[in-house]
């Protein structure tokens, strides 16, 4: 009963923020819109504050941790090629849903949900581990994914206009400066002047719980339509199988020493899709069963984020 109380009171307070986030929307205390305003407050000045903190008081041999890069990068990958072919040669989708289907399966919220949860559960790790993701997410996974939803069967030069649009993404992209500006700050030794620490010490201290509450707002008005279908494939795909992958990796090919990094990663693997999920899919016309996906994955998550934590209490 202990154990249980415990797991409890990690994933608890996160879910019952995003529940706030619902109930407050639902009720008109907030728009949907302002959900937005809040959301590009959390990734263009929240997280990028923690990311920056997170990486410019630590070493650069506790922040590069080539296993973390590699078992996330090869974990994410399996998921991400089984999905896509699950669902373009068995079900026989087009490229385009099957991408759909495979960023559901494959491409947690790391930035919204999972350092909240790695936070509570392993502590300042949490902030590497979210540095880590990102950089396997926008070089590698999100790439990948949107050039195949992008590409045409036969097409060339299709590879050129997605490494353009990546790059520029990249360069736009205020959490990516983060980690570069941390990097930076820990390779040189460099501290900054009192004032300006703690400046952004307050902005990174509003991203935790700010970051839940979009997403809670954020689910306002989202149905969970063709839940026997698409929707329960890609909620398995996501909260169990791509825990799975990650655990094979994890032990059988790329072996983490550290403990908390190696939870991290598989808690990370178990995390609902990301945010922008349902954004990215409605360029093809998929934004129905994205949202309802979102849904219903992002509710199932509490229960099976709390009996992975359960697990590795009991093997850590």
Same mark, same amino acid.
């Given at each position: 009963m202990n154990a249980i109380l415990q797991i409890l009171g990690i994933t608890g307070p996160i879910y019952l923020v995003i529940a706030l986030g619902y109930v407050f /929307? @639902? !009720?008109?205390?907030?728009a949907k819109a302002d959900m937005q305003v809040f959301g590009k407050f959390t990734l263009n000045l929240a997280l990028p504050a923690l990311l920056f903190n997170a990486l410019s008081q630590r070493s650069l041999g506790e922040i590069l941790n080539a296993d973390y890069l590699l078992a996330y990068a090869l974990g994410s990958m399996v998921m991400i090629l089984g999905g896509l072919f699950w669902a373009r040669k068995v079900l026989g989708h087009s490229l385009s849903y099957s991408s759909m289907m495979a960023m559901g399966m494959s491409c947690p919220n790391s930035g919204f949900v999972g350092y909240p949860i790695i936070l509570l559960s392993f502590g300042p790790v949490a902030g590497v581990a979210l540095a880590l993701n990102m950089i396997v997410e926008n070089l590698l996974m999100i790439p990948v994914l949107l050039a195949v939803?992008?590409? %045409?069967? =036969? *097409? @060339? =030069? !299709?590879?050129? !206009? %997605? $490494?353009? *649009? /990546?790059? /520029?993404?990249l360069v736009k992209n205020p959490m990516i400066w983060g980690i570069v500006g941390g990097f930076v700050f820990s390779w040189s030794g460099w501290t900054l002047p009192a004032v300006l620490g703690r400046t952004i010490n307050l902005f990174a201290q509003a991203s935790a719980v700010l970051s839940l509450f979009v997403i809670g707002g954020a689910l306002v008005g989202l149905k969970a339509d063709g839940l026997k279908g698409t929707v329960s494939q890609i909620a398995v795909g996501k909260l169990l199988l791509h825990p799975l992958a990650m655990w094979a990796v994890l032990a059988w090919l790329v072996p983490i020493?550290?403990?908390? $990094? @190696?939870?991290?990663? $598989? $808690? /990370? =693997?178990?995390?609902?899709m990301l945010g922008i999920y349902t954004v990215l899919s409605q360029r093809h016309g998929h934004g129905a069963i994205s949202a309802a996906a979102l849904l219903v994955t992002t509710v199932g998550s509490f229960f099976t984020l709390s009996g992975l934590l359960w697990l590795l209490q009991q093997h850590p």
């Open positions: /929307t @639902r !009720q008109g205390m907030f939803a992008d590409s %045409v069967d =036969g *097409q @060339r =030069g !299709q590879w050129k !206009q %997605v $490494l353009r *649009q /990546t790059l /520029t993404n020493a550290d403990p908390a $990094l @190696r939870s991290a990663a $598989l $808690l /990370t =693997g178990a995390l609902p």
